[in-house]
């Protein structure tokens, strides 16, 4: 995580996929950027898009957070499983509470972008243009933009979950069906089971 805030902390301003925020927001405003960063990384091709605390969001500086999602409730709620509700489809996102080199208390948001239909949060389409967060709705270019790039890309070449580990990929799927199905032997280690799909079928 220290590697990828170092990268987008050097980005030289803010961009349609990436947000810099000090401390918490309100987490219907949070929705919002969800669903905004979402599908704006869709539009320009991104498999992910980020938002960040504990950092200026004009000088880029890493100045740590108070904010700390994983203690976080709204509503009597768990503050990501009460996102995840207002959001459709269920797209996935993570939350990462690190400390920077310098010891700061970071967050990163990681919000895969959809690929076949536009974000929504609370029933509404947000989208970035620039730095700003707007409906989807009143921008139709836009609109228009984000459909003919989920109508040209097919849903089975969308990455589901990017920056995942051998651990984390292994626990998502359900491999020893898999194996299963083709009739093979499950592999004998988890280094074998990720690289079977690069050998050949016999």
Same mark, same amino acid.
């Given at each position: 995580?220290?590697?990828?805030?170092?990268?987008?902390?050097? @980005?030289?301003?803010?961009?349609?996929? %990436?947000?810099?925020? =000090?401390?918490?927001?309100?987490?219907?405003?949070?929705?919002?950027?969800?669903? %905004?960063?979402?599908?704006?990384?869709?539009? @320009?091709?991104?498999?992910?898009?980020?938002?960040?605390?504990?950092?200026?969001?004009?000088?880029?500086?890493? !100045?740590?957070?108070?904010?700390?999602?994983?203690?976080?409730?709204?509503?009597?709620?768990?503050?990501?499983?009460?996102?995840?509700?207002?959001?459709?489809?269920?797209?996935?996102?993570?939350?990462?509470?690190?400390?920077?080199?310098?010891?700061?208390?970071?967050?990163?948001?990681?919000?895969?972008?959809?690929?076949?239909?536009?974000?929504?949060?609370?029933?509404?389409?947000?989208?970035? !243009?620039?730095?700003?967060?707007?409906?989807?709705?009143?921008?139709?270019?836009?609109? =228009?933009?984000?459909?003919?790039?989920?109508?040209?890309?097919?849903?089975?070449?969308?990455? %589901?979950?990017?920056?995942?580990? !051998?651990?984390?990929?292994?626990?998502?799927?359900?491999?020893?069906?898999?194996?299963?199905? @083709?009739?093979?032997?499950?592999?004998?280690?988890?280094? %074998? !089971?990720?690289?079977?799909?690069? =050998?050949?079928?016999?």
């Amino acid at each position: 995580m220290r590697s990828l805030l170092k990268e987008l902390v050097s @980005l030289p301003k803010e961009t349609e996929w %990436a947000e810099f925020k =000090r401390n918490a927001i309100k987490p219907e405003e949070l929705g919002e950027y969800i669903s %905004a960063l979402a599908n704006s990384a869709a539009l @320009l091709g991104k498999p992910t898009a980020y938002m960040v605390w504990g950092v200026d969001d004009e000088t880029h500086s890493v !100045i740590g957070t108070d904010f700390k999602p994983s203690l976080a409730k709204h509503k009597q709620q768990e503050l990501e499983s009460w996102l995840l509700q207002g959001l459709e489809p269920k797209i996935d996102f993570t939350f990462h509470e690190f400390s920077s080199f310098e010891n700061d208390a970071v967050v990163i948001l990681e919000i895969n972008a959809n690929c076949h239909t536009p974000v929504r949060f609370s029933g509404t389409e947000f989208i970035r !243009i620039g730095s700003y967060k707007k409906p989807l709705g009143k921008h139709p270019e836009k609109e =228009r933009a984000l459909w003919r790039v989920f109508d040209r890309k097919p849903w089975e070449y969308c990455i %589901a979950r990017d920056r995942c580990s !051998i651990d984390e990929v292994l626990q998502l799927i359900d491999y020893p069906s898999f194996f299963s199905l @083709l009739s093979q032997p499950l592999p004998e280690n988890k280094d %074998a !089971i990720m690289d079977y799909p690069a =050998r050949p079928f016999v």
